[in-house]
């Protein structure tokens, strides 16, 4: 796919249950309570388990991925969280073109659920 400044990618909506918050949690070998365990969760003052950072950030990738082509290369990625990812949510990412190189585009994504914005990112991918 060729992009150019300004233009749009067509959203991505993703929906996430408890065996893909732990699976993912798992395939990225985060094995930090909060992301499995509900009871871990609540004592840190969370109403459920929650998707980790790594799990998000590979998210951010297959989106570019599905939307760019198997092909795509990936060369950097910048990300902020926001709101925390539940079980039950659908994570819906959206990008737009803000820079365009002969050999780099640069990409800003939102990804956001029913709540509002989980992750900001900035990625450059090879032109």
Same mark, same amino acid.
């Given at each position: ?5 300004? %233009? ?22 985060? &094995?930090? %309570? ?9 004592? *840190?003052?969370?109403?459920?388990? &929650? ?7 590979? &998210?951010? %990738? ?12 990936? *060369? ?16 819906? &990412? @959206? ?30 991918? @090879?032109?």
């Amino acid at each position: 796919m060729t992009l150019a400044l300004g %233009d749009r990618l067509p959203e991505l909506a993703i929906p996430f249950d408890r065996t893909a918050i732990v699976a993912t949690a798992i395939a990225s070998q985060d &094995f930090e %309570d909060v992301h499995h365990d509900p009871g871990k969760a609540a004592e *840190r003052g969370m109403p459920d388990i &929650f998707i980790s950072i790594n799990a998000t950030n590979g &998210f951010i %990738d297959r989106y570019l991925t599905d939307v760019c082509g198997p092909a795509t290369r990936i *060369r950097r990625v910048s990300l902020r969280l926001g709101l925390p990812l539940f079980p039950g949510d659908t994570l819906t &990412f @959206a990008g737009e073109v803000i820079e365009a190189t002969e050999d780099a585009v640069t990409i800003k994504v939102a990804g956001s659920h029913e709540r509002g914005v989980h992750v900001s990112a900035r990625v450059t991918v @090879a032109a």
